[in-house]
């Protein structure tokens, strides 16, 4: 089969591969019908990610048809379309008992490995990294799901693969990034960065109650769709001073929460985002939390910074002496996307969203590696990329 | 009691190792092996005369010495003693004790559930990587067949010497090639489950060098604890070992980079590095 590996820094390559087999009795084999270029991909594709390993199969977006299903399966069968959560849970530990599902104890073959970065191992992720557990991701023809009892979400209904696909990861992520913000009537959500992930997270900020959401960016077509899309109010930061323009926004109160939907690969234009691209460029640090900074220092006394984008390992000239003098809540965290696929599912089904908005690029798997350059240098405004095996 | 003084007095009684001397360090087996290995390569170089041979000669020489008068300097600059320890235990035999781990676990089944579990040793294998087999041969008595260092396969008979349902089990080696004793604790956590407490002692063969070397390597003992831990927890909680082995990759060897229709763009690295990112998804 056809599968998009990864071969080091700026390098992926289709490949023909071994089709997936069933290894353990909670696994399915699912055929892909529609996959997706994750913003988070980009931190593999740029290097950023320790424990990869050349000829790993990335991909942690993907759909479609189960086609062979473990002894201990019950509730699938061949033939059923399913989405799958990118977060790998076993359904019976203590914490997916608690719903934090990718925080799940039993998934990780080499939670080791996470341990000695972390403390503690999360639950395993398709695609990856081996410290994430190693397993081959869905961008190829088919994939193995374990524990494929608990994670995938069967579509019983007429619904098209590009409307549901994103319950895989993006649309939970900037869901939870806005229920994590504890938003309350009248409250002003800033979001940085205006990827799939961002828009989700204003979407959703409006659809948990926010007043205002105002949504931080430099690239002019990702404002335009947080504007037409979103429905919120934008802010090119190249041109703006994003602190004092969110201050005379709020009247001087600063926004009620702060979403950085942008992650450890930030960038600005201002002197602190300068010296962290140095240091990484001389391997002394390996995230550039500029937005989280930023955000850090924007929002009010007792607000709530919201960080769904992703984090590696260190962080250097971190302001928690801003966070701690405001009182600021910080939360986090991969997704627990089990949690949010049905009640998400069913707000697509009513017609309150329709994800597939967030789609640019449409491209067969075979052109997967251009997919990758044209998201990463946003070349055609590129947004989203969806792959179709 | 405590905990670890019951592992620590599980002394083994058919251990042959025995300090005659406050200078020998090195234990009886190890200085057989050493006595006739270096007897042997002392001899080969000497016939050889050349420069690799004076070396063999050496090397040779030293470990003889080495077996003939059971003292190491090198365990004693890495202050390692693989013979019996007559200061610290006068009267008995020595025990098990070059390597000591204390590991604990959060499972969530009963007590019981997981003294039922361990208690049949012959299912200790399914989680602990390094066991070939366990068998038992009575109620309380049991073979066990590890994988040693450098694949080679170490056997010894143990006996469970103290136990409380769903509570302890504690076990010892008999007689074979690895001097060992454990024990696991089992304690309700409530609606957690139950924490396991596993304290393991044991000399390795080839003695404490072995382990240090094996350690050096990334094999460390305690990790391998820790990782069959989880291994029992994921039997026990999901069903199953969290698995990726023999899954495809770009590295097996039956793969080929894919013939597509077109030849996708070519991206080299500096194209893609000369323009900078900003929010991603």
Not at chain 1, 104 to 119: I, Q
């Amino acid at each position: 089969m056809k599968a998009l590996c990864w071969f080091g820094k700026y390098d992926v390559r289709v490949y023909d591969v071994p089709e997936p087999k069933i290894i353990n009795p909670h696994d399915a084999i699912i055929k892909v019908t529609t996959t997706a270029i994750c913003g988070s991909d980009l931190h593999l594709y740029d290097g950023y990610i320790p424990t990869m390993q050349k000829g790993d199969i990335l991909g942690h977006e993907f759909m479609g048809e189960v086609v062979e299903v473990g002894s201990a399966v019950r509730n699938l069968k061949p033939g059923d379309r399913v989405v799958v959560p990118f977060t790998i849970a076993c359904g019976n530990c203590f914490f997916c008992r608690k719903e934090c599902w990718s925080a799940c104890d039993n998934t990780n073959p080499n939670a080791g490995m996470a341990e000695t970065l972390y403390g503690y191992s999360g639950s395993g992720l398709f695609g990856y990294s081996h410290m994430m557990g190693g397993y081959a991701g869905g961008q190829a023809e088919y994939v193995r799901v374990p524990f494929a009892d608990v994670g995938p979400k069967k579509i019983l209904n007429g619904l098209t693969d590009e409307q549901v696909l994103f319950l895989s990861d993006i649309f939970p992520t900037g869901y939870m990034a806005a229920e994590n913000c504890d938003i309350k009537p009248g409250d002003t959500v800033a979001v940085w960065g205006c990827g799939p992930v961002g828009l989700f997270a204003i979407k959703s900020a409006y659809l948990l109650g926010a007043e205002r959401v105002i949504a931080i960016d430099d690239a002019p077509e990702r404002l335009r769709m947080a504007a037409e899309h979103g429905g919120a109010e934008t802010m090119n930061f190249a041109e703006e001073d994003v602190h004092d323009r969110l201050k005379q926004m709020t009247g001087g109160i600063g926004p009620d929460s702060c979403i950085d939907a942008v992650g450890l690969e930030a960038h600005g234009t201002t002197l602190d985002a300068f010296y962290d691209r140095a240091k990484a460029a001389l391997m002394l640090t390996t995230d550039r939390p500029h937005a989280l900074r930023q955000a850090i220092h924007a929002c009010r006394k007792g607000g709530t910074v919201s960080i769904p984008g992703v984090y590696g390992a260190f962080l250097d000239k971190f302001p928690l002496g801003a966070a701690f003098a405001k009182g600021l809540t910080l939360k986090m965290g991969q997704t627990h996307v089990h949690k949010y696929m049905q009640p998400l599912l069913d707000k697509i089904e009513e017609g309150a969203i329709d994800p597939s908005f967030v789609i640019t690029h449409r491209m067969s798997l075979a052109d997967a590696p251009a997919g990758y350059a044209t998201f990463k240098n946003k070349e055609q405004e590129c947004i989203k990329v969806v792959l179709k095996p | 009691m405590s905990f670890n003084q019951e592992i620590l007095s599980a002394n083994n009684p058919n251990s042959a190792n025995r300090d005659e001397s406050g200078n020998i360090n090195v234990g009886e087996i190890e200085r057989v092996v050493c006595a006739v290995a270096g007897g042997a390569l002392a001899v080969y170089g000497f016939r050889n005369r050349t420069l690799k041979g004076l070396l063999l000669t050496v090397a040779g020489t030293a470990l003889l010495h080495r077996g003939a008068t059971g003292h190491c300097n090198t365990y004693d600059l890495l202050g390692i003693r693989t013979s019996g320890d007559k200061t610290r235990n006068e009267t008995s035999e020595p025990v098990a004790k070059d390597i000591h781990i204390e590991k604990s676990i959060t499972i969530g089944k009963s007590p019981s559930e997981l003294y039922n579990f361990w208690r049949d040793f012959e299912n200790l294998p399914k989680f602990m990587t390094h066991l070939e087999s366990v068998r038992c041969v009575g109620l309380n008595r049991s073979h066990w067949i590890a994988k040693g260092p450098a694949g080679k396969l170490v056997e010894w008979d143990a006996e469970v010497y103290n136990e409380k349902p769903n509570e302890l089990i504690a076990w010892r080696s008999l007689e074979g090639e690895v001097t060992n004793a454990g024990s696991v604790r089992f304690e309700d956590a409530g609606e957690r489950g139950t924490v396991v407490r596993v304290v393991l002692n044991y000399n390795a063969p080839g003695g404490k060098l072995s382990a240090f070397v094996a350690k050096l390597l990334g094999g460390e003992p305690g990790q391998m604890i820790e990782d069959d831990l989880r291994r029992l927890k994921q039997i026990l909680e999901a069903g199953e070992i969290a698995n990726v082995e023999g899954q495809p990759s770009g590295r097996d060897s039956q793969a080929r980079p894919a013939r597509t229709p077109e030849t996708p763009i070519e991206n080299t690295g500096e194209q893609v590095k000369s323009r900078a990112a900003t929010s991603l998804g």
